[in-house]
């Protein structure tokens, strides 16, 4: 079947068991035979680097990203060489420099960034992070009164401040400095008088880095303070500081952010991984340490599921500052510590994260209209703030559209959101006209995520102002949203060469998808539902292999229960991963999706 722009269905999926309809990703064809012919790939894998958007003559620096060939000019950033002269004036000046960071992975590592340079310059920085719960995001006027009281002489704002307006005009008026560090969105005429703002997506910023996070625009900026220094000779004499060892934590920044991994910031990640492989970084060995993660290379994985999610477990659930201070620290016996409080509170996140999603599914259940909504705006009494985020992630993975989930705190007359979206659903601009509209106190965000502040009374008038809002883009992206996928894979095919090949395209993510591959007409052997929701089993296929796989968080959907019934035999959709249990050196199958050939 195909749509009307001659789209084919992918072995014919129109519909598959979680509503999604499969296609073959596409790619130019002359570009596939430039990089087949001049880079002597194999079909599938010179069709995967095309399919990527890369073209004919981008092939070789797509699979060898290189920070010397990419590295941006820092001067093409607005503000960048102003932030350097000011900031290595303070250090000649020897004046108290605080880092105020945002609490998040990307706050972390932009603040441990600077904090390692200005040490090698044996200038110690302070870091600030502002209590989630009792301060909320980002510079307020209070937190910069007390900075100041407290010996303060210049702040510098790492991921946030931009929009802060009413601190740093409160800033201005008691005399204290502020350079901002940032990365998120700014609008026109949003410019804010301070010693120095650069944000890649600031309007008049001509870098054309905004996909970078803001631990990818701190590297950047090291490379220029240590320009900056250089030129004003403070280097005659010693060493100059090793940038690239920090790469480890720019890397932190670009994954655990979820931004796009194209050009430079690609780049950035793969070279950042390379030296994470080292664990140099006390903070980071020791978060493995704790996780119970043997030392190897560093991967995606690592940085976005095993490390990240224990650094943002202290801005979630504890005390905001413990991720910058682990990233921050020379001291191993202090390292270890930090990291074993982080994994504790990351475990009770998990705990609450838990009770949220569950309490929240039986709240969407409840609702008759649920399943037609173009979005779900679900609310309840005392659900922690630290988590919303997350939870609303899971539902957006579980019901395919947009989710924004509200805790309401009763006692202070607010609701607290944080919503996800779907791909082609604009959230952030919904948020931000219902701010405008009078419904919310404070509302933000981007096309694919948002946050607000809201009174309790008025939740029920946002579902209805967001619901009709997002109707028609809701209803498009629901009719495409689907999966795209590289290559059709036997069990038998499915070997370590295989993945190993399709390595080299790494690392993934938003701008550079993990390969999807697709498996048809294979049998479902030895299913098993496993505690948190998960299904492994064993796929099997006419070519004679057997090929292990496992579905995510995927027990209780319709999938999930067709994979569990060993019924006839089905087309599965996934994601080839590294299987080393007891040294075997093999690979399993990540579940993606599930289609029944009968019901496409």
């Given amino acids: 079947m195909a749509d009307g722009g001659g789209n084919i269905d992918y072995l014919g999926v129109s519909r598959s068991l979680s509503g999604r309809r499969w296609r073959e990703r596409p790619a130019d064809a002359e570009a596939v035979r430039t990089h087949r012919l001049g880079l002597g790939l194999d079909e599938p894998l010179a069709r995967a680097v095309a399919a990527r958007g890369v073209g004919g003559d981008g092939g070789a620096i797509y699979l060898n990203p290189s920070l010397k060939a990419q590295f941006p000019d820092p001067s093409s950033f607005a503000d960048m060489d102003l932030a350097a002269r000011v900031l290595v004036d303070a250090l000649e000046q020897r004046r108290r420099i605080v880092v105020f960071a945002d609490y998040d992975v990307d706050g972390a590592s932009s603040a441990a960034q600077l904090v390692r340079w200005f040490r090698a310059l044996g200038h110690e920085l302070s870091i600030y992070v502002p209590d989630r719960l009792k301060e909320g995001y980002g510079p307020s006027p209070a937190a910069f009164r007390r900075l100041k009281a407290d010996g303060a002489e210049l702040v510098v704002t790492v991921d946030c401040g931009a929009a802060a307006h009413d601190a740093l005009q409160c800033a201005a008026e008691i005399g204290l400095e502020v350079v901002v560090i940032d990365h998120h969105l700014m609008r026109p005429g949003e410019i804010p008088k301070v010693a120095a703002l650069v944000n890649p997506n600031r309007p008049d910023c001509g870098s054309g880095?905004?996909?970078?996070?803001?631990?990818?625009?701190?590297?950047?900026?090291?490379?220029?303070?240590?320009?900056?220094?250089?030129?004003?000779?403070?280097?005659?004499?010693?060493?100059?500081?090793?940038?690239?060892?920090?790469?480890?934590?720019?890397?932190?920044?670009?994954?655990?952010?979820?931004?796009?991994?194209?050009?430079?910031?690609?780049?950035?990640?793969?070279?950042?991984?390379?030296?994470?492989?080292?664990?140099?970084?006390?903070?980071?060995?020791?978060?493995?340490?704790?996780?119970?993660?043997?030392?190897?290379?560093?991967?995606?994985?690592?940085?976005?599921?095993?490390?990240?999610?224990?650094?943002?477990?202290?801005?979630?659930?504890?005390?905001?500052?413990?991720?910058?201070?682990?990233?921050?620290?020379?001291?191993?016996?202090?390292?270890?510590?930090?990291?074993?409080?982080?994994?504790?509170?990351?475990?009770?996140?998990?705990?609450?994260?838990?009770?949220?999603?569950?309490?929240?599914?039986?709240?969407?259940?409840?609702?008759?209209?649920?399943?037609?909504?173009?979005?779900?705006?679900?609310?309840?009494?005392?659900?922690?703030?630290?988590?919303?985020?997350?939870?609303?992630?899971?539902?957006?993975?579980?019901?395919?559209?947009?989710?924004?989930?509200?805790?309401?705190?009763?006692?202070?007359?607010?609701?607290?959101?944080?919503?996800?979206?779907?791909?082609?659903?604009?959230?952030?601009?919904?948020?931000?006209?219902?701010?405008?509209?009078?419904?919310?106190?404070?509302?933000?965000?981007?096309?694919?995520?948002?946050?607000?502040?809201?009174?309790?009374?008025?939740?029920?008038?946002?579902?209805?102002?967001?619901?009709?809002?997002?109707?028609?883009?809701?209803?498009?992206?629901?009719?495409?949203?689907?999966?795209?996928?590289?290559?059709?894979?036997?069990?038998?095919?499915?070997?370590?060469?295989?993945?190993?090949?399709?390595?080299?395209?790494?690392?993934?993510?938003?701008?550079?998808?993990?390969?999807?591959?697709?498996a048809a007409d294979v049998r479902i052997e030895r299913p098993m539902a496993l505690k948190g929701g998960h299904v492994r089993c064993t796929l099997v296929d006419s070519s004679g292999g057997k090929l292990k796989a496992v579905a995510w968080r995927m027990a209780e959907t319709e999938a999930g229960r067709r994979l569990l019934s060993e019924g006839g035999a089905v087309h599965v959709v996934g994601r080839l991963k590294p299987d080393d249990w007891q040294g075997r050196e093999s690979v399993e199958l990540e579940i993606e999706d599930v289609a029944d050939p009968r019901r496409i």
């Fill in 209 to 518: 880095q905004g996909h970078l996070a803001a631990a990818g625009v701190t590297f950047v900026l090291l490379a220029a303070l240590s320009r900056e220094a250089r030129g004003r000779g403070l280097f005659e004499g010693r060493s100059e500081p090793d940038l690239r060892s920090w790469l480890d934590l720019a890397a932190m920044g670009a994954i655990c952010d979820v931004t796009q991994l194209v050009g430079f910031n690609r780049a950035l990640a793969a070279q950042g991984l390379r030296v994470m492989s080292g664990w140099r970084n006390p903070g980071l060995k020791a978060l493995l340490d704790v996780a119970k993660h043997a030392p190897g290379p560093a991967s995606v994985f690592h940085a976005g599921f095993v490390l990240g999610p224990r650094i943002n477990a202290g801005g979630r659930i504890g005390r905001s500052d413990l991720g910058a201070r682990l990233l921050a620290t020379d001291d191993e016996e202090e390292a270890l510590a930090l990291a074993g409080e982080l994994d504790a509170l990351n475990a009770a996140r998990k705990e609450v994260e838990r009770e949220v999603i569950e309490a929240a599914v039986r709240v969407i259940e409840r609702e008759s209209n649920a399943e037609d909504a173009p979005c779900l705006v679900v609310a309840a009494d005392d659900w922690h703030p630290g988590v919303i985020g997350i939870v609303a992630g899971r539902l957006r993975e579980r019901y395919r559209k947009p989710v924004i989930v509200i805790g309401v705190d009763r006692a202070a007359d607010v609701g607290k959101g944080s919503g996800r979206s779907q791909p082609g659903v604009n959230l952030g601009q919904a948020v931000q006209a219902a701010y405008e509209a009078g419904l919310l106190l404070a509302g933000g965000g981007h096309a694919m995520a948002a946050g607000l502040s809201v009174r309790p009374a008025s939740i029920p008038e946002l579902r209805a102002f967001l619901c009709e809002r997002l109707a028609e883009e809701a209803g498009i992206a629901a009719a495409e949203d689907g999966l795209e996928i590289d290559a059709l894979v036997t069990t038998a095919g499915c070997t370590r060469a295989l993945w190993q090949d399709f390595q080299r395209l790494a690392p993934f993510g938003p701008g550079n998808p993990e390969p999807l591959f697709a």
